[in-house]
Every structure is written in C-alpha cells, then in structure tokens.
C-alpha cells in the first residue's frame, strides 16, 4: 500500500511537471511568434547585391537590396540607377512594394519608360532640342517629337553606373558614379556625377547629387523618376490617392508640353493641390491644360521664401486611404513636376505579373523647371567650371496610424 502511495504521488508531481512545461513551452511559442510578426521589432540593416543580368553589350548589371532596421526595404540596380521596388509597412504592418517596376534588365533595356530611374543630364523637356549657352547654340537629339526629353537618345537612365556600398551607424546606401564626356549627347562639357541613395532607420529613402563640370559650362537638371502607387504596385489605379503639394503656382505648358513661360496661381483651377485633394477628383475635368497633357503632366512651383532659397522642404505629401501609407517628399529642388501615369496604356507588366494601365501609377519628380536654358526668368540650370552642383531630396514613407 504504501508503493502504491507513493507511485500515486510521484505520478502527480509528474503531470504537474509536465503542465508547468507545457505552459513554459507555450510561452516561450506565443512570444517568439509575436515577436517575428512584429513590424517594429529591430533588426539587422543590411545590403545585399546579386546579378541581376547583362545587357546586350556585355556589361553586368548588379542589383543592391537596402534594408533598415525596421525591415524597410529598397532594391536599387546598376543599370541607370533604377529603384526597382520599395517595400513599406501599411497601418497593420502589412509590407507591399510601392514603386513600379520590372522583374527583368530586358525589360528596362527595351521598354522602360522611365521606372525609378536617374533622368539626366537635363530631366525634362527642352523645347525642339535646343539651348544657346556661352554664344554657342546645341542641337540635342529629338526624342519626344518636337522636343528633348530626359537627356536625349541615350540618357543616363541608359548606363550602367559604377556603385560603392556605404554604411553608417543608423542607415545603409549606395553611391552611384558616371563620367559623361564632353559632347555626350551633345551636351558641352565633361560632367562628373555622383548619386547617392542612402536608406535610413527613420524609413526615409535619401537622394544626395552631386556633379562638376570641366572644359566647358554645360546645362544639368537630375531627378529621380520612381513611379508610385501606395496601395502596392499592380493593385490598380492612384486615382484615389489623396496629394497635397506646397505650391500656390505652376508653369503652364503649350501643345507640346513646353512652358509658355507664365507662373500663375493654380488657385480657381484643378492644379490647386494646396490642401489634399484625390488625383481623381478633377482629371477628367475639360481645363485645357489637363487636355493637353491627357491628365496631370506639369511642373509646379514650389512655395519658398525667395528664389535663392534652397533649404530642404516639404515639397509634397501623399496618402492612400485603404492601406494608411504615407509619402512625404523633402526637397532642395525649386519645382516639382507631378505625372499621373497618363500613357500607361496596359502594354507593361510589372514585378507583380500585373499590367500597367492609365493612371495605375503617379511620379513627382523634383528638380528645376523644363525648358529652362529657353527661359531667362526660371531659376538657372547653368553649371560652370568651379562650381558645384548639389541636390537633396527625401521619400519619408509612413502611415496615418502614426503620423499627425
């Protein structure tokens, strides 16, 4: 009888053990899966290059992934400086990619237009290809009948740069390289360029440029042209993205897209962005100057304290009311010019497998006015042996959960 006391007892203790490490066991579970599902948990920062292929020249093409500590992720490929995707959290913490793009370099060698590429060495138009600088008239090449467009034939979306990892204490980057010799594309002057991408733990994406010029002057205008819609690339149209842009005036355009040269105030007219308002809401309207662009396609003019002025401001914010993500846009840049993806005519398919139609995507490009070595009265985009160009602007990604 006592055995069998005492084999009750110890058979007690046994389940008890085996219940608390059980409980111990479940714990441990249930705190490592909230851990891992936790968007805010902190995390290596890290960069990452692969292949991603070779263009028809023969030249390798790298792609470098960023990562922050809050798991923001940003894929930046050698050829033209291209972001091909941003990966950002939505209000549940949800990642998506927000940048359109291509799976493939096929694909950006033969068909981009544009995608999240360095545009340069003038972003923009020029007016029939044409600039007088020094007393000497340049002929660039006519690649947006009758005008230049984004530095001609052979832009520098269409090299492969030469890239640098860099690293600090709290962000990750990548700086891109290229010398363009004197009379590429038949712009005057030996440029030397250096782009810098550097992700930071805040989730901001920051582009620094920096170019001298030897020989000659020359003209420069860069810019980044990332296509974005903040519900996920391929879910659709951006129609219903809410902007706001710090601008009271614009630049109206002719038929072919070129400034007239007047700066009104866009207030009375469907470019008034100073308080947010849907892309949407008026596209469609019948103002001539949606008509002649097919929707949004203009610059617009940055509200500063005076045309010297290059501090950094906010230049646009974006929202998307389904997912809560936010795209503010910080600028050292006097204009802005915001497209709305007119001519995406579902002939593209992206990284998502998903085509590309009207409106599925919007750009807003910060950099000097178009056409402004034709203009006297714009702010100048002359660079002169000695002298230092540099630029700065932000994507600061975020969500109406945690933003005022």
Not at 84 to 89: D, F, L, Y
Not at 191 to 196: A, G, I
Not at 214 to 242: C, M, P, Q, W
Not at 315 to 323: I, N
Request: with cysteine; proline share 5%.
């Amino acid at each position: 009888m006592n055995w069998i006391r005492s084999s009750a007892a110890l058979g007690r203790v046994v389940v008890r053990l085996g219940a608390a490490v059980l409980l111990v066991a479940l714990s441990i579970g249930l705190l490592g899966a909230s851990a891992s599902a936790s968007p805010t948990v902190p995390q290596p920062q890290s960069i990452k290059k692969d292949l991603f292929g070779t263009t028809p020249a023969g030249e390798k093409v790298f792609r470098y992934t960023l990562t922050n500590s809050r798991g923001m992720q940003v894929k930046i490929i050698t050829y033209g400086g291209i972001i091909q995707s941003i990966e950002v959290p939505d209000r549940q913490g949800h990642k998506a990619n927000v940048a359109l793009g291509f799976a493939t370099l096929k694909d950006y060698v033969e068909r981009n237009p544009y995608f999240g590429c360095i545009t340069g060495r003038y972003a923009n138009r020029i007016a029939l290809g044409r600039f007088t600088l020094d007393g000497v008239t340049y002929q660039l090449a006519i690649n947006n009948d009758p005008n230049s467009l984004h530095g001609g034939n052979k832009g520098f979306d269409k090299y492969v740069w030469r890239a640098t990892e860099v690293r600090g204490d709290s962000s990750v980057g990548l700086k891109l390289s290229r010398v363009s010799p004197d009379g590429e594309e038949n712009y005057p002057g030996r440029l030397t360029v250096d782009v810098t991408y550097t992700l930071t733990n805040k989730n901001e994406l920051r582009m620094d440029y920096h170019a001298t010029v030897t020989r000659k002057a020359t003209i420069v205008n860069l810019t980044n042209h990332t296509y974005f819609n903040l519900a996920g690339e391929g879910t659709g149209s951006i129609l219903d993205h809410e902007l706001r842009l710090n601008a009271k005036r614009y630049t109206p355009v002719d038929a072919t897209l070129i400034p007239t040269g007047e700066i009104p105030r866009v207030a009375g007219t469907p470019l008034d962005f100073t308080k947010p308002v849907a892309i949407g809401a008026r596209i469609r309207d019948s103002f001539p100057q949606l008509v002649i662009g097919r929707g949004y396609d203009h610059n617009f003019v940055l509200d500063r304290k005076s045309r010297d002025d290059t501090s950094l401001i906010l230049a646009a914010r974006v929202r998307e009311p389904t997912s809560g993500r936010i795209l503010e846009i910080l600028t050292t840049e006097p204009g802005i010019q915001f497209y709305s993806g007119n001519f995406l005519d579902g002939t593209l398919v992206g990284t998502s497998g998903k085509m590309y139609r009207q409106g599925d995507g919007f750009a807003l490009e910060t950099q000097h006015y178009p056409d402004s070595p034709n203009h006297a009265d714009f702010p100048s985009t002359v660079l002169r042996p000695g002298q230092v160009y540099q630029t700065t602007t932000i994507y600061k990604f975020s969500t109406d959960e945690n933003h005022n």
